[in-house]
């Protein structure tokens, strides 16, 4: 089975503060995707970078969240200024390449109280 | 935008059923995904089809072909550990991003 990597697992921030979530894609995979589910509805897109640039992102993230891939082997997502809204489980994905199977990690459920 | 219309949203099934789940798509997609995902969240890949049909054990899944418009995953002999919510996602055929847009979800519910 793929084996992508998130840290930490649960986050609890207050409202305002920063938040920051870590991703570690499957070894040799080239596309890495970052979603939002929130009360185990559908997932929504956030972000998808390839190669480490980011080729499509949602307007919301440009707005309110940071998001990187300084290395083939670590992405991360940050939100600078938590809102109540944003509770809700990240869940980052990756493919070997675009268009392929995506793996997903187990998550960072984000709580801001 | 791109939808996904999964149904149905809920399922009770007696072990030893059998049962299909559907996801429409507004528009054509490249390929789908169907997932499962636990109770602590873990979303699990079941199948990724970019045409035709797979099978793995009582799991079977299709993707239409041709008009690449619907796909359904099907369950034979429900077991109590089939138990989960399902979600089938896809990759539109147009525009350049290989984002996965997702159903809204089936609640499976297997009993004795």
């Known amino acids: 089975d793929a084996a992508v990597t998130q840290k930490p697992r649960y986050l609890i921030k207050m409202k305002g503060q920063e938040a920051e979530m870590k991703c570690i894609p499957e070894?040799?995979?080239?596309?890495v995707f970052w979603y939002q589910q929130k009360q185990s509805k559908e997932l929504k897109f956030l972000i998808y970078?390839?190669?480490?640039?980011?080729?499509?992102q949602i307007d919301m993230v440009k707005e309110r969240f940071s998001a990187v891939c300084p290395s083939s082997s670590l992405c991360s997502l940050g939100i600078r200024t938590c809102e109540a809204e944003d509770s809700a489980l990240y869940l980052c994905?990756?493919?070997?390449?675009?268009?392929?199977?995506?793996?997903f990690g187990p998550g960072t459920r984000l709580t801001v109280l | 935008g791109d939808q996904v219309e999964q149904s149905p949203s809920a399922l009770s099934l007696h072990e030893g059923t059998d049962s299909a789940l559907r996801c429409n798509f507004t528009?054509?997609?490249?390929?789908v995904q169907w997932f499962r995902q636990n109770s602590r969240g873990s979303l699990i890949s079941l199948f990724y089809l970019a045409s035709g049909t797979k099978e793995n054990g009582r799991l079977k899944s299709a993707f239409d072909s041709k008009e690449r418009r619907y796909s359904t995953l099907h369950i034979r002999d429900a077991q109590l550990e089939d138990s989960g919510t399902y979600f089938c996602a896809a990759v539109p055929n147009q525009g350049g991003s290989a984002k996965l847009i997702f159903g809204e979800g089936t609640k499976l519910t297997v009993s004795s």
């Open positions: 528009t054509t997609m490249r390929s």
């Open positions: 970078f390839q190669n480490q640039q980011p080729l499509d």
């Open positions: 994905s990756s493919s070997r390449d675009w268009g392929y199977e995506q793996y």
């Open positions: 070894k040799g995979h080239t596309a």
